[in-house]
């Protein structure tokens, strides 16, 4: 049975940035950055109001079709409570469309405020980590930006058809992550233009078939990643290579494809973040301040971040 929560409860969900893929991990391997967004929720006696500060402040909807609502709206659900009304306020760092993982973090942190609303009432109700990256995966379609900002560190992550609603008229993904803790020697960098991508396109761009040698490329070094990620991180140049989809992006990204030419030039391991355009480079050393000088003179962002724990509520 549903329960009504009280007028007044209010909580703040802390919730970091991600970059998926990480090189050869397609929709599998996934990296929480400390770069975060923060949305406070506010249980009010009728109606909503919704407040957008900082990035996609001018782009998003402030209404119920934020993503944000919308995860509240899901996980009050899925905790089997509800509110009359609900305050939300979004302070927002994270950039949109930079292949950064931000409407990921829109859903996780919408579902860990829910999540921690339900709590006050009873902490019985409330949903554990699976069952958060069970729901935020739902509303991505893949697991590697939702559990990387769910968990923290880096993530392996994965999918299976649902066998209870398989043949159904509504069958579903079951979405499961295993954390990794993060080398402390392994320093994050990401160059972000300012330029946004669509992750639609870029992903209309990746072939149907691909080659069984190419198909094999990728798994040996999605198994490497995970060992340069955790105990070698001298593996990460050939730990971050791939053929699956960096190449088959190029045309739409030339900026992003001519800076991870750079860096792994240089030594640096790099790759895009996401679908793109953020190059993320992975590395024990910091970035050049050659290459970091040139890299703001072509109008790129450069971020030096830490990798993040995951969704925190307050």
């Not at 709590?119 to 069970?134: T, W």
């Given at each position: 049975?549903?329960?009504?929560?009280?007028?007044?409860l209010t909580?703040?969900?802390r919730?970091?940035?991600?970059?998926?893929?990480?090189?050869?991990?397609?929709?599998?391997l996934?990296?929480?950055?400390?770069?975060?967004?923060?949305?406070?929720?506010?249980?009010?006696?009728s109606?909503?109001?919704?407040?957008?500060?900082?990035?996609g402040?001018e782009?998003?909807?402030?209404?119920?079709s934020?993503?944000?609502?919308?995860?509240?709206?899901?996980?009050?659900?899925?905790?089997?409570?509800?509110?009359?009304?609900?305050?939300?306020?979004?302070?927002?760092?994270?950039?949109?469309?930079?292949?950064?993982?931000?409407?990921?973090?829109?859903?996780?942190?919408?579902?860990?405020?829910?999540?921690?609303?339900a709590m006050?009432?009873?902490?019985?109700?409330g949903?554990?980590?699976?069952q958060?990256?069970?729901?935020?995966?739902e509303?991505?379609?893949?697991?590697?930006?939702?559990s990387?900002?769910?968990l923290?560190?880096?993530?392996?992550?994965?999918?299976c058809?649902?066998?209870?609603?398989?043949?159904a008229?509504t069958?579903?993904?079951?979405?499961?992550?295993?954390p990794?803790?993060?080398?402390p020697?392994?320093?994050?960098?990401?160059?972000?233009?300012?330029?946004?991508?669509?992750?639609?396109?870029?992903?209309?761009?990746?072939?149907?078939?691909?080659?069984?040698?190419d198909?094999?490329?990728?798994?040996?070094?999605?198994?490497?990643?995970?060992?340069?990620?955790t105990?070698?991180?001298?593996?990460?140049?050939?730990?971050?290579?791939?053929?699956?989809?960096?190449?088959q992006?190029a045309?739409?990204?030339?900026l992003?494809?001519?800076?991870?030419?750079?860096?792994?030039?240089?030594?640096i391991a790099?790759?895009?973040?996401?679908?793109?355009?953020?190059?993320?480079?992975?590395?024990?050393e910091p970035?050049?301040?050659?290459l970091?000088?040139?890299a703001?003179?072509?109008?790129l962002?450069?971020?030096?971040?830490?990798?993040?724990?995951?969704?925190?509520?307050?």
């Amino acid at each position: 049975m549903t329960q009504t929560l009280p007028t007044g409860l209010t909580v703040t969900a802390r919730v970091p940035a991600s970059s998926a893929n990480l090189g050869p991990g397609f929709d599998t391997l996934g990296i929480a950055l400390g770069l975060y967004d923060e949305i406070t929720v506010t249980t009010t006696g009728s109606g909503l109001k919704i407040r957008v500060e900082g990035e996609g402040a001018e782009d998003v909807p402030w209404g119920p079709s934020h993503l944000v609502v919308r995860a509240i709206e899901r996980g009050l659900e899925s905790a089997g409570v509800w509110a009359e009304g609900l305050d939300v306020v979004c302070r927002n760092a994270i950039p949109h469309s930079r292949g950064l993982g931000s409407s990921a973090s829109a859903v996780v942190g919408g579902l860990a405020a829910a999540n921690g609303l339900a709590m006050k009432l009873d902490p019985a109700l409330g949903l554990s980590p699976d069952q958060l990256v069970q729901l935020s995966s739902e509303f991505e379609g893949h697991p590697d930006n939702a559990s990387a900002s769910v968990l923290g560190g880096a993530v392996v992550s994965w999918s299976c058809e649902d066998q209870e609603s398989a043949g159904a008229s509504t069958s579903g993904n079951r979405y499961y992550a295993v954390p990794l803790t993060v080398h402390p020697a392994i320093r994050v960098i990401a160059l972000i233009p300012g330029e946004r991508s669509s992750t639609a396109h870029t992903r209309g761009l990746l072939p149907e078939v691909v080659a069984h040698r190419d198909a094999a490329f990728n798994v040996s070094r999605g198994a490497l990643a995970v060992v340069a990620l955790t105990e070698r991180p001298d593996l990460l140049m050939p730990a971050t290579e791939d053929r699956l989809h960096q190449v088959q992006r190029a045309p739409a990204l030339p900026l992003t494809t001519r800076w991870i030419s750079l860096l792994r030039k240089a030594g640096i391991a790099a790759a895009v973040s996401g679908a793109g355009p953020t190059v993320l480079a992975l590395s024990t050393e910091p970035l050049p301040d050659d290459l970091r000088v040139q890299a703001e003179a072509e109008g790129l962002q450069v971020l030096e971040l830490d990798v993040a724990e995951g969704v925190r509520i307050s």
